[in-house]
């Protein structure tokens, strides 16, 4: 004898079959919608991990990139660079500068 028959079994007749159907419905339907949720949990908890994986790669490639930038930046602000530089742009040193005044203007000669 199942549960349900033992909580109907003072009732007789259609009456007893009727209510067995009925909690038998709403078992079902129950045991239907906590399934449902479970898994609708289930999928949220994936998808939130699944999202915590794709950001925890963007921060590692970044770190990584952050690196080479540090690097690129250290060799271009060395000293033995920038006298390349200054070389590659065919600039002349100054010994000594003189100044033009014309009407309160001021110029500049080499």
Request: contains cysteine; hydrophobic residues 45%.
């Amino acid at each position: 004898m199942t549960f349900a028959q033992k909580l109907f079994q003072s009732w007789s007749g259609r009456k007893r079959e009727n209510n067995l159907v009925i909690f038998n419905c709403l078992a079902i339907g129950l045991l239907l919608i906590t399934t449902g949720i479970y898994l609708f949990q289930i999928n949220v908890g994936v998808n939130h991990y699944l999202e915590m994986e794709d950001i925890e790669e963007q921060v590692k490639s970044l770190k990584m990139e952050n690196e080479k930038l540090l690097k690129e930046t250290a060799g271009l602000g060395s000293m033995a660079n920038i006298a390349q530089i200054v070389q590659g742009l065919k600039m002349v040193k100054v010994d000594q500068v003189d100044y033009l005044v014309f009407n309160d203007e001021v110029l500049a000669e080499k």
